[in-house]
Every structure is written in structure tokens, then in C-alpha cells.
């Protein structure tokens, strides 16, 4: 049986395409009322488009540059006091430049940072304001990353894990409220986060997939790139449990590992 989140506000970043759009869609189905943020006005318009014809209600569309601050705390507060039942902030946006950190450039290092970092403080504190002021029980979910458990994160896997650590902090912080606190950490899903990875990366890439004998154009690549629907099914899974208990966090990824 579908959940049900008739009744329910949920704002979703980066849900232009992707990950975001796969969560977005997902919690139309289920009845939510859905912001989308994104970037791209043609990616929000297939988004709300999709959800539409999944019979969910209609979404609303915001396009907003995450890396300017002001702009999502405005938006959450609004949506907070507007709508009965702001039940939860998907904070999924983030942006990705894999290069070491001798090759990295300081415009690089600070997108990463105010997307992945900055934005999701910004949503985060926002979203539990909010919450505190209509008294209903809500949800914070933070998309992490695997990178953030490597040896040697770079400056994405970085600010992946403090994506963690603003998970961590902020559970604490709420454990005498009824709001929720969970991080998702994911492995290799297919995102557009690779659409600004530089020529050596793409390459280093490819060799991965021949090491591991995995030809890129055969069925057997969605056993190291997941389907984003899986992740969708993790949110709505988070959403569903009562607040009573606290989902600490969930490390979903495809079976096979590209990690050398």
C-alpha cells in the first residue's frame, strides 16, 4: 500500500532532475503537496509534469540559485506558515568537482560548499522553525554520500560529510521535539552531478568500468549506477515511520563498487 501524505507540505531541492526529481515525484504520488527547487525551469516543469500525471496534487515550482543565502530560509518560512502541515525539507541539492585538491580552483571549492553545506544548514534550521511554530510532527532528510567515508574524501567528500555531521548535531538538538532528523547516504546513482566533472575524471571513469569488465552500454551497468527510484523508496520509507523513533540513517548503494 502507497503512503499517504494527503494534507502534507514537503519542499524538495534539487528537483530539476535526478535524485530530487525521483524524491519529488515519489511524494506527489503519495498525495504531498511539493515545492520543487531547482535550477532549471525545464526540469521543474518536467518534474510538476510528472507528478501530475501521477495523479498528485499540483506542485509549485521555484527556481532558486542555492548558492545565494536568504532566498530558501524565505521560502521554507513562507511554506511553514502558509500551508496546516509542513511535514519535511528534502535538502538534495549539491553539486560535485572530484578533482584532487592541487587541480581544484577556490570558485570550485566554494559552489561545493554553499550547495552542500550552506544550503543544507540554511534548509535544515529553517525547516525546524517552522515545524516548532505549527506543532506538527516533521522530517528533515539529508542526501550524504559514500564519498564522505573515503580516506581521502577531496573537498566533495568533505562537504559530504559534514553533511553527516549537521545530521548528527541536529538530532541531538531536537530529541525532545517531534521532528526527525535522517541522513542518506548514497553510492552511485544516476545524477547529473558528473555534467561539470573535468576531461580526467570522465576518463578515470571509463577505466573503472573496464577494470571492473562492465561494459557501459549493457544491462549490467545498473548493478554499479542505481536507478533513483531506489532512493525515492528509501525517503518515502523514512517519511513513513512515526516519530516516535529516531531512523539515524540509511547507506543504500548499486551491489558493485567502482571504488579502486
Known sequence: MSADFKGKAAIVTGASSGIGKAIAIELGRCGADVWLIGRSDEGLADTADSIAREGGPAATKVSMDLQQRGPLQELVAKVGKDHPHLFTVVNNAGVMYPEPLMDGTIDRWQAMLDINVMAMLEGSQAAVKAMRAHGKPGHVINIGSVQG????????????????????????????????????????????????????????????????????????????????????????????????????????????????
Open 149 to 260: 567515508r573515503f580516506e581521502e574524501p577531496g573537498v566533495y567528500g568533505i562537504s559530504k560529510k559534514a553533511a553527516e555531521m549537521i545530521g548528527d548535531t541536529l538530532r541531538k538538538e531536537l530529541e525532545h521535539d517531534d521532528i526527525r532528523v535522517a541522513t542518506v547516504i548514497l553510492g552511485g546513482f544516476a545524477t547529473q552531478l558528473s555534467r561539470d566533472f573535468m576531461p580526467d575524471t570522465m576518463v578515470n571513469l571509463a577505466n573503472n568500468l573496464e577494470r571492473l569488465g562492465i561494459d557501459r552500454e549493457s544491462p549490467e551497468i545498473s548493478r554499479i549506477v542505481g536507478d533513483p527510484q531506489h532512493v525515492a523508496n528509501v525517503v518515502r520509507y523514512i517519511l513513513e515511520q512515526p516519530v516516535d523513533i529516531n531512523l539515524h540513517e540509511v547507506f543504500i548503494r548499486p551491489p558493485i563498487s567502482t571504488k579502486a
